[in-house]
């Protein structure tokens, strides 16, 4: 991406283990926190998840 720096955290398993309230679904799959910035101050954060589904599964 041009002129942004880019970070990327992932989240330890031990820790979804331990504090996400839908555990074990986590497991194998990786939770990532990705920070972007082009300045030193905080201008936009968005906070987002997509779900990947089977076909032919319905809620």
Same mark, same amino acid.
């Not at 970070?7 to 330890?12: G, N, R, S, V």
């Not at 936009?44 to 987002?48: I, K, Q, S």
């Not at 032919?56 to 809620?59: I, L, Y």
């Given at each position: 991406m041009i002129g942004f720096q880019i970070? =990327? #955290?992932?989240?330890?398993e031990e820790y979804m283990d331990k504090y996400y309230i839908y555990s074990p679904s986590h497991k194998g799959n990786k939770r990532i #926190? !990705? #920070?972007v910035r082009n300045s030193p101050n905080p201008i =936009?954060?968005?906070?987002?998840h997509y779900d990947v589904v089977p076909p032919?599964? !319905?809620?």
């Open positions: 970070q =990327l #955290i992932e989240i330890p #926190i !990705v #920070i =936009l954060h968005f906070n987002f032919g599964m !319905v809620g």
